[in-house]
C-alpha cells in the first residue's frame, strides 16, 4: 500500500521568543520493512522567522510503501530560537501524529514543552542560555 503524506509546517503561536525555527522528521516503523520512504524529505528545518506572528509554511510532501498500518507516522517536531549573537536554543518538543483518514485538515496542533531543569541549570539559562535538552528526545517522546 501506498501513503502520501502532503501538508505543510505552518507556524506557532503562543511563544514569545525572537527568531524562531523548526526542526522536523516524519517518524515512522522501519522495523521489519513496515515503511518505506519513496520519495521526499523526512528530517528537514524551516527557514528562522523574526515576526511576531510566526509563519514558516514549509511544505512536506513525502510518499511511504508499508506492508502495514499498523504503526502510523507521527511528526516529531524541535523548536529552536537563535539570540541576537546568533546562539541557538531549544524551545520544545512535540509530536503531532499523521491523520490516518484521507482528507483536507485545516490544522492539527502539537503540544511544545520542554525539559524544566533544576533550579541552578534554570538560573543559569535565564542569564547565560542554553535550556536543559533531552539526549534522546524522540525515545523520550515515543515511549521507548
Known sequence: MDVHIIGEIKGTSG????????????????TNDG????????????????????????????????????AWPLVYLEVWTQNELKRNDIVGYGICPVPSVPGEYEDLDAVIWRPYGSPCERLRATFLGGWPQLLDPEAVLLGA
Not at 511563544?15 to 522501519?30: A, E, G, Q
Not at 528530517?43 to 514558516?56: K, M, R, S
Open 15 to 30: 511563544i514569545t521568543l525572537p527568531n524562531l525555527s523548526c526542526h522536523f522528521k516524519v517518524l515512522v516503523d522501519t
Open 35 to 70: 515503511w518505506i520512504r519513496k520519495e521526499g524529505e523526512d528530517d528537514n528545518y524551516t527557514q528562522i522567522c523574526a515576526e511576531e506572528l510566526i509563519t514558516w509554511s514549509h511544505p512536506l510532501d513525502l510518499s511511504f510503501s508499508t506492508t502495514s498500518v499498523e
